[in-house]
């Protein structure tokens, strides 16, 4: 409805124009971005969101002002609010996205998992001992998004194993994903990694098993998520998929030629992972020649304890 | 009576279109025949076929919207079985569950078949050879079962399924304890995809042709596909002007997985740059879009890869459905092996979502 559009516009104007004058105007600014920011979340309430995404260019300035808009009753208005977060890897978001971990909408409690998994650092995430219950309690409420178990894996303790339990026991075969590209595996594969990283063996075991001989799309997973896997044996079964040449397509559009192999995500994975000194340009679109891929190998050989 | 398996519009083309062009010389006067010709009859549903389609229609007093699906198919004379459905009746006494209508989350080509029903949503099967048997949910607690209580022409029964939490469950036909027959059920959480259309234009005045007008049609168009079928649900963030500070020449290119082709090449990263933060996809509309070795030739339509979409003006199929196909790629579906017409083939005629694909878009 473009009147709505037309009633902001003199008061975006001035937001802009005050945020121009940020030097000199420390409390004003934070007024602006305020009011800025209940333009665009008015729209929102409107259906209209063209206003939230010219917000999102400001960057982390608008998060202070977001917390209310994560108790909004209007789900649209708190997914509008959690992307906002999602777009930043300042700080101050990681607390509001603690808080909509348990939102009643799985797919902003997903959300928020997903925007802590992918832009915040997990160690620093396991320094705030209520992210750890925000994550458990979001889990216990439905929540089998994988980046919200694999998070779960930087919160050591009991609640935290009961938790896992408890999911593997009623997810039975459903699947689940980390970013919407991102291959769909049984969520007792990403239960599984975090209990391997909270140092159960039976689940490391049935993870070097995946390793080697499980399907594609949990290989390819496992390779997405090396960050979380600790333990060298599992390293050393994963770097065998650096001799698989199955055709798995991703960091190129769908139909490009030639595809992506398994051995070429290995490449960059195992390379990022253990800092290996290659030789070579990484690259998430390319293939890797033979001679290449074999430099990889052998650094890994000498980077990690058998 | 002939049969049809699929609804038909403009940009469809095969057999059936075909059939449609001679039925339509056949029933609409000479004179209300676009420019008072006989269409030919080439199998391609263009303009011309799309007004007699229309013609047909209003002669029929049926709604006239140029789409020849349930109910102009039989007033051409032609039995509509829609995609998916069984062409052949099921062996006398075996109970056989049916979709209710066609791009509706029924997949009859798996077994046993599958229904997508959505959290708090319900969809309706038919269920035929089963009038005195006992139809019963595995798991209420995940879905129910009710009847609907009416007689129907297709002398079947009709079953409301009711998606109470995600899961998976199976509807089962009972003769006593004996099972005959099974429906598969997944019901699925809603997956909202907030999608920014950015119209691109170069430093030198190349652009796309389209118009920021039409986003609202594009995205009701791909959600009558991903929203019945799959329960993802586009949602238009924004659609805005963007403009490039480069010239991009007559093609943008993805080309950095091509060995020797020179880095300048390579213009997806600079067309990306300028996506939507606050999106989930970001489509960006161009003049001509190329990935292969040989941009010079036109035979790729759009580009998906880690949260972007590159589309171009001249393409094939209608614009709702390649922007849903993409957004299947977006959320993890390859193309499928050659031979199935459904949404993710790169060649097809038909809107299908498979059970293996509704499940990787929204596991």
């Given amino acids: 409805m473009p009147f709505i559009r037309a009633r902001w516009r003199p008061v975006l104007l001035a937001a802009t124009l005050l945020l121009s004058l940020q030097p000199m105007l420390g409390a004003t600014m934070n007024d602006a971005i305020a009011t800025q920011v209940d333009a665009a979340f008015a729209a929102a309430r409107q259906g209209r969101y063209d206003l939230i995404s010219e917000l999102g260019e400001q960057g982390a300035n608008a998060i202070p ?33 603690a808080k909509a971990l348990t939102d009643a909408s799985q797919d902003l409690r997903a959300r928020a998992a997903l925007a802590l998994y992918e832009q915040h650092d997990p160690l620093r995430l396991a320094q705030r001992p209520e992210l750890g219950a925000a994550l458990r309690a979001s889990v216990n409420q439905g929540n089998d998004a994988a980046a919200a178990v694999l998070l779960l894996g930087y919160f050591p303790g009991k609640d935290t194993l009961a938790a896992l339990a408890a999911l593997t026991a009623r997810a ?28 159960d063996a039976k689940a490391r075991s049935a993870l070097l098993h995946t390793s080697l001989n499980g399907p594609l799309a949990e290989r390819r997973f496992l390779l997405s998520v090396l960050r979380e896997i600790d333990a060298p044996e599992l390293l050393h079964a994963l770097a065998q998929t650096l001799d698989d040449t199955q055709e798995i397509g991703g960091g190129a559009p769908a139909g490009a030629e030639p595809k992506r192999r398994l051995c070429d995500l290995a490449v960059v994975a195992l390379t990022r992972r253990l800092k290996l000194p290659v030789q070579f340009e990484l690259s998430d679109t390319r293939r890797f020649s033979p001679a290449e891929i074999a430099s990889v190998r052998q650094l890994m050989a000498g980077a990690l304890p058998r | 009576m002939a049969t049809a398996t699929r609804a038909l519009q403009k940009g469809h083309t095969g057999n059936d279109v075909k059939m449609l062009q001679e039925l339509l010389n056949q029933k609409v006067p000479l004179p209300k025949l676009p420019q008072g010709q006989k269409l030919k009859e080439d199998g391609i549903f263009g303009p011309k076929t799309d007004a007699a389609v229309r013609a047909f229609q209003l002669m029929k007093g049926l709604k006239v919207d140029g789409i020849v699906g349930p109910k102009t198919w039989p007033a051409l004379g032609v039995t509509y079985l829609g995609p998916g459905a069984t062409p052949t009746p099921p062996p006398a006494g075996v109970p056989v569950f049916e979709q209710k209508e066609p791009k509706n989350g029924f997949d009859g080509t798996v077994t046993p078949p599958w229904q997508m029903v959505p959290v708090n949503g319900s969809k309706t099967v038919i269920l035929k050879n089963a009038a005195n048997l006992t139809v019963v949910s595995r798991n209420p607690a995940i879905a129910t079962i009710e009847d609907i209580p009416k007689c129907f022409i297709h002398g079947g029964r009709e079953l409301t399924i009711r998606g109470k939490i995600k899961g998976q469950t199976f509807i089962d036909v009972k003769n006593g304890a004996q099972i005959l027959a099974s429906l598969e059920v997944a019901v699925k959480n809603k997956k909202p995809l907030k999608v920014t259309f950015n119209f691109v234009e170069d430093k030198v005045g190349n652009k796309t042709k389209r118009s920021i007008s039409d986003v609202d049609t594009w995205v009701k168009g791909a959600n009558d596909i991903l929203f019945k079928q799959a329960n993802v649900e586009v949602i238009k963030q924004s659609a805005r002007n963007v403009k490039i500070n480069q010239d991009l020449g007559s093609v943008v290119r993805f080309s950095s997985h091509l060995p020797g082709v020179a880095a300048k090449e390579h213009e997806w990263d600079v067309v990306v740059a300028k996506r939507d933060n606050a999106a989930d996809f970001n489509v960006f509309l161009v003049w001509e879009y190329e990935q292969d070795t040989t941009p010079a030739v036109d035979n790729v339509e759009a580009g998906t890869s880690g949260g972007n979409c590159i589309f171009e003006d001249n393409i094939g199929y209608l614009t709702h459905e390649t922007l849903a196909h993409e957004i299947g790629h977006h959320l993890g579906v390859d193309h499928p092996a050659p031979g199935l017409d459904l949404l993710m083939s790169p060649s097809r005629t038909d809107q299908r979502i498979s059970k293996e694909h509704a499940n990787i878009m929204n596991p």
């Fill in chain 1, 65 to 97: 002002h977001l917390g209310p808009y994560l108790q909004d009753p209007n789900e649209m208005v708190r997914l509008q609010a959690v992307s906002l977060l999602a777009a930043t890897t300042d700080d101050r978001a990681a607390p509001l996205l």
């Fill in chain 1, 172 to 199: 039975a075969d459903a699947k689940t994903e980390l970013a919407a590209w991102t291959p769909v595996v049984p969520v007792s594969l990403v239960v599984q990694i975090s209990q391997s990283q909270l140092g």
